[in-house]
């Protein structure tokens, strides 16, 4: 599944030209969706690699102040990196998003619009902690068919759901670039 890039940018890696007021609400196609069609077949380290190397290009290419993280559920990094002008805060971001995707096995996009949505605010209620959490959009479960979450791919650095979409749109494109895509999703080809 590892692709040579030789620093090219895939060309069908979107990234949004404009910030979003607010992520789609449930049921509206939003992040619910996406994660019912973004199921992988399988997710090794090379793939990890592969699609971290593609969001990099991307990223670069548009010179964005991105962290870009996929680690395992335990905590391995399999791919990590900050371009220019991604702080440090960048880094601990998206380590507290995969933190949400890991806890709550679903996207801190859509873990964030329930927990802004909540009638008392989670974190004065004391049942999450916000050193530890972070519910905003921007890490993203890779999910294996009969596996369950495997990893999670985060960035930090964009505005409004930038971050998400960024995240959704490289894998996406990786899947279809791949055809990775779990049978039975809406990724799955019938032509090979």
């Known amino acids: ?3 040579e890039l030789n620093g090219a940018v895939p060309a069908a ?6 910030v979003h007021a607010a992520p789609a609400a449930e049921g509206d196609g939003g992040a619910r969706d996406e994660e019912s069609e973004l199921i992988f077949s399988s ?6 690699w592969d699609l971290g190397n593609d969001m990099r290009n991307a990223a670069h290419a548009r010179q964005l102040p991105v962290c870009i993280d996929i680690r395992r559920p335990n905590g391995t990094e399999l ?8 702080t440090v805060d960048n880094d601990d971001w998206a380590r507290r998003k995969a933190a949400v995707v ?7 996009a859509r873990f964030g619009e329930r927990f802004a949505s909540a009638p008392a605010h ?16 921007g890490s993203f479960p890779v999910r294996v068919a009969g596996a369950g979450i495997v990893a999670a791919v985060s960035a930090s650095g964009l505005q409004g759901s930038g971050d998400h979409d960024f995240v959704v749109s490289a894998i996406r494109t990786f899947l279809e670039r ?14 090979g």
């Open 13 to 18: 890696v979107e990234l949004p030209e404009t």
């Open 43 to 48: 997710f090794t380290e090379d793939d990890a």
């Open 122 to 137: 989670p974190a004065l209620a004391g049942w999450i902690d916000m050193n530890r959490f972070a519910p905003v959009g």
């Open 102 to 108: 890991f806890r709550f096995e679903e996207s801190s």
């Open 79 to 86: 791919f990590h990196v900050s371009l220019a002008r991604a």
């Open 1 to 3: 599944m590892s692709a």
């Open 178 to 191: 791949t055809r990775v895509f779990a049978p039975g999703t809406t990724g799955d080809r019938a032509d």
